[in-house]
């Protein structure tokens, strides 16, 4: 069995169209949107809500879950960068996981061919 | 056909305009806090309605506008016992219908300021009491032939009569009950944001709606331009007031607040209530403002300085602005208006009346929460307060998706 | 000026009122359904309207009012060509207008019943067939001269022409199109909670607003104190009836409900339809009790033993209290009812009457329902199902935030 | 009693009807925008009725109804000083009254087309201007005795006064303001889909209920039978359209769309404002019909030839279907139009005065628009943009659930 | 300290009554649900929204997220498969990774005993 | 590179705020947060509406993710366990897991210098 890896992409609510196209051109097909809040360097404010004090600190982001095999890590995060650069803080980040393995249910295929 | 019919059909569609006001409120209320005690807040508003006209039909209406007593209270037609044919000018359906269904608009802007700590049993007996002897019987006084009346104090629509007494029990009830836990952190307020501001939007204008019902209705008379004349103020009073508290605000925290927005509406809405008929276009528009920045600066000194914790703001809308406009009456009355050549004979009045209404409220209202504090307790537990009322107390939460 | 305009003025201010009902309607099928049917609920709220109205419009109204034929139908009057210039007292369009805005209503109450699960087109059907020859030929029997007025029945505002009957269409719908997948597993009920309570309020709220026209209004005449007097009864049973239900809820399963408290105001609202204007203030306190504890009863009994699925509780709250309403006023009539010395002829009449027309709607519903089923198909398939009618039949989502 | 008390009752309901079409504006607009800018919406709508209303009192009104000035402006009533006791044959109050709750709406449809990427003080400027020179200019000519009016152009309700202008107003406001990001992509058209379509149905309804107060109240006679005509026209104009529009994009598209359905009935409704008094019924249905079908291709149209970005479908609804129902008017008219033997004098007159006000609504709204694009700028930055208004400019969102 | 294993399942929101009742039964009791968006095999369709096409390639999923230690992995397959599968394009997927540790904050256990 | 390490919180969403405070005083600047509905040893009871059974299982709960480096995995445990303690059921849980790699795209960084 080959190496899988689970690739989450977390970056601008916006962005997701785009990179969602650019990923399938190089071939990813499976992914998992999730919709968080995030925060890192882009901090949120103090806003004024009533007079009172409101941290928003957690900003909309999504994150995008695919795990990948054929498709080589390198190239999804080489993707990802080009969409998703724009040199401003809240480009977002990407972090890659190890994958022990995959099952498909209605085919019941496990591993690489379950993806 | 005479004047009779059409001001009794006048005051019916008024009241029916003035119902949807309930729907105002629970969404106001509903939309300014959190998802969690949605569906609590709705259930207080229907039992605040249910009840109010309920119990209002048996015995409020009857201590405020029954057979006057030494100027305290009504005596008689419990149960509309011997109902007489006319009353005010119209049909004593008509009449009734309109009062009953203002009735239990007093408890329900209680139920706001009290959101989401409060027992739902505890609010029930607040409600069913404040529907006996609160706003009936200052009701009677002001509007009923009781002492306030003869004295001399004005209140058009309730200015007073429903909206600052609801705000000052409102007062009472948010002091005893407690703030919301987290609302003070290190002893500084925080912001508990509402859950839905569209929905609050709505409220705002569902209530903008039935105002028109609320004021120009409480002429009971068509036929008299003052009725007109108070929808024209209630209209311009909203509006200017609106603008006051989104350009104050914006001026005083950088932004245009959208929570302190649609409250300067209902601000400017409560501020010209009193004196809808009395005051003239340039009142209302000088009320409106008043009112608008006032209630921006009230809701800051109540919550950060008072720290008392008002969810929706119910005490500045409702018992500030109520109390403001009442007392304007007696600088801004076309006729007996210190700023019109009046002299300050009913500004005195309004004043004294508003401080009697005001003291009375809160008194009793304080003895009614501090007794249901001391035995079945007025505040929910610590562990439904974090999980939310609905899951709890209703076994259910307000927006379900899986 | 006469009372003739006065009266049309009247009733066409309280058409409007009934208009807001459909949003009600909408609101409230769409609180208490699941958000992935929303986009559905909706669309069937509007073709309602529209078909109904239009529909009403050409042939309808003509089977309701026109020229009786044998006691079973009107004849003329199609596409309102040849309308008199009054009826009923009012001007003919004032007349067509209120009753136009009706017609809606009673398959409306069908749409709750067998949503989240039927056919788009199936209902567009019903619908269509609905307006042609369900509710109006009914409707003509009881209110267009036809052989159930002439033979004493009586409905004030439509407890049986449009509750019942609606009611009765909804559990033969619900019957033949089946439960909703997963709502019994292992033949035990489950709950499908709704997905926006505060929506489904607001909807009970407008709805409440809108019954201000549909009783009130079904005077045609507003210098009647019955009118008025209508508009207290429908308050009084409303709230009585909330109570009731958020009592029994909190009795029977230990939480007060709020899906059945908010259908509570509507079984009171329901239950008083029929006799709004000839039952008293304790007529209408004990029909609203009775309602609010029955519906409860009667939404276990249907969902748990019958083994019908009604997302909505239409068929308690409409098919049931309009029944029940229409039966009690044989009971409470003033004039003629039992309890008031009326003797049982009334009460007879009404229980004949209610059950010749629960006969007839099931019957007629049945054979188009039937029909549809066994042609087109009534059922979406599983997978829209699963996955929401929204998305594969309408292709979108009701709420979007990615 | 006379009449003229009775009509100015009407007129105060009817306005007070009209007064919840903002509510609805409110909900449509909302509803079909990104949950994002939810705030800043409900912001927008807040404001233009305030300062509609507002400046309509110190301007807008004396120049639509002061005394004429050359058959462009009218010259006095600023303030309403020196106010007579009656207009239009009701109290003057009561004329005020509804023309000051028309005031926003014109503004109110511009605040669709630009929404989710204008400026908020951008659009406050244009919403101050376009009460003060646009509304009521144009509303001047037609129906303030201005040049239009004599020339024999006929609006009834304000098909063009209001909705074409509004239209005409946003189409070039959206053009300027360029369309939203994400919009077009590689050239083509992608679909923004609205957040909640539920709410954006209870704003259709809601406004569907306004408009029995804007068209039947545009009478100022609730004596004459045009009245309950206009209702009736509408009632089936608003019908018709629904199901012409669910037919035609269920063929077009392949399902039943559901903005589309919702926007049929604003169209319906727009199509016979003009026309309501004076169309027969078959005439509402057709004009019904028409507008049903060409706002769906109209709507796809701006969006994907113009490339103009209309979040709400404002332009096609309100700009194209108020023109083509006035222009309607020239054909359907029963007394004057073209297919009635009237011949083409009316349908020229109609023809030639919604070009004059579509022409001087495009241009002044240009000059205004153009003004603030190139001084403060009528756009907000990308960042706010990709975040959401809410955040950035009111510094809260919509919706909130942590 | 045994191998603690993360198991996240991706399937219908439909679905999960059942597979939450199935995996209670063989032993497995917390678990942490998303609402997920996803793609896979399974595509969207182009839509059109007032005409305009509307890609709606996300279908609304929900991952049920457990980690388990005791109860074996392959049972919470085999489950899993058994109650999720219909043969259907949209079955689902499961995804199988490797956990390093667990605290249970409430006892401050570690590891297995924290589960 | 030095170990990066995944660690899940999955707690009440009332003490969000609390631990976000807590978990910057410790240098944890970057987080993701998750809205889920969870069940564990505290489960949820039966409930009824409109008179039938209605299971309430799943409680609304936060997921906080962060992922760290330079701060010690202890530490983060630490904190995160005095802040969410009361000793009541329903404290949560804390999962962490191994991370393979981390790019933050704004910068193109990768590993510890991305976080
Ligand atoms: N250490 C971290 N652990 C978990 N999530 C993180 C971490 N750092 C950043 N994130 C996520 O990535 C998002 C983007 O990070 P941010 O620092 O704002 O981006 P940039 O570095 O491009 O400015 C954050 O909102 C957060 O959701
Ligand atoms: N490679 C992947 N990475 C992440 N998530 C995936 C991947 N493949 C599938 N998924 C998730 O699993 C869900 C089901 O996949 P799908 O291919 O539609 O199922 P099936 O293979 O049964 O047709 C998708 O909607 C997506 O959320
Ligand atoms: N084995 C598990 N796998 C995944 N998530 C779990 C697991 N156990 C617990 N959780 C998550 O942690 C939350 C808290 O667990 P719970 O057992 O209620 O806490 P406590 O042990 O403090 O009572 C749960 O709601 C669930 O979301």
């Known amino acids: 069995m080959s190496k899988m890896t689970k690739i989450d992409i977390i970056t601008r609510p916006e962005k997701f169209e785009a990179l969602k196209q650019a990923l399938n051109e190089i071939g990813v097909t499976g992914m998992t949107v999730y919709q968080v809040l995030g925060c890192g360097i882009q901090k949120g404010k103090t806003e004024f809500y009533r007079g009172a004090p409101l941290e928003i600190n957690l900003l909309p982001k999504i994150k995008l879950e695919t795990v990948v095999c054929e498709v080589p890590v390198s190239e999804v995060i080489r993707v990802a960068k080009e969409v998703l650069y724009t040199g401003e803080i809240g480009d977002g980040k990407i972090f890659v996981y190890d994958v022990e393995n995959v099952i498909k249910i209605r085919t019941g295929e496990e591993g690489v061919r379950a993806l | ?402």
Chains 1, 5, 6 share one sequence.
């Open chain 2, 1 to 402: 056909m005479s004047d009779y019919i059409l001001n009794s059909m006048w005051v019916l569609i008024a009241s029916v305009l003035v119902f949807l006001m309930h729907a105002g409120f629970s969404m106001v209320e509903v939309g300014f806090t959190q998802s969690k005690n949605a569906v609590n807040i709705i259930m207080k508003n229907f039992v605040t309605v249910a009840i109010g006209v309920t119990i209002y039909f048996a015995i409020g209406f009857a201590f405020m506008y029954g057979k006057d007593a030494g100027g305290i209270i009504g005596t008689n037609l419990f149960f509309l016992v011997n109902k007489p044919e006319s009353m005010g000018g119209v049909m004593f359906e008509s009449y009734f219908f309109f009062q009953a269904i203002f009735a239990a608009t007093c408890v329900t802007i209680v139920s706001g300021a009290v959101a989401e700590r409060t027992k739902f049993n505890a609010y029930v007996i607040f409600c069913v009491l404040a529907v006996i002897v609160i706003y009936p019987v200052i009701g009677h006084w002001i509007w009923g032939g009781g002492f306030l009346q003869k004295f001399g104090f004005t209140d058009f629509a309730g200015g007073t009569a429903v909206h600052a007494v609801g705000g000052f029990c409102a007062l009472v009830g948010a002091k005893l009950v407690g703030p919301r836990k987290g609302k003070y952190r290190n002893n500084k307020a925080t912001a508990i944001p509402g859950h839905n501001i569209p929905l609050a939007a709505l409220g705002v204008l569902i209530l903008w709606f039935g105002w028109f019902g609320f004021n120009p209705g409480s002429t009971l008379d068509i036929t008299s331009p003052s009725t007109l004349h108070a929808a024209i103020t209630t209209l311009l009073s909203g509006s200017i007031a609106t603008i006051a508290a989104l350009v104050f605000s914006k001026i005083k925290y950088g932004k245009p607040d959208a929570g302190l927005t649609l409250n300067g509406a209902l601000a400017g809405l409560v501020g010209i209530t009193a004196g809808a008929s009395m005051v003239d276009y340039t009142g209302a528009l000088i009320i409106g403002t008043i009112c608008g920045v006032m209630m921006v600066l009230s809701v800051e000194f109540i919550d950060q300085k008072l720290k008392i914790d008002d969810p929706v703001g119910a005490i500045s809308v409702h018992g500030l602005c109520g109390a403001l406009g009442t007392i304007f009456v007696g600088l801004f009355s076309v006729t007996e208006g210190l700023f019109y050549g009046g002299g300050i004979s009913l500004l005195g009045k309004q004043i004294v009346g508003v401080a009697i209404c005001a003291a009375v409220a809160m008194t009793i209202s304080f003895v009614i929460f501090y007794t249901i504090k001391k035995t079945i307790g007025l505040r929910i537990d610590k562990e439904m307060e974090d999980d939310g009322i609905d899951k709890i107390e209703h076994g259910i939460s307000a927006y379900i998706s899986l």
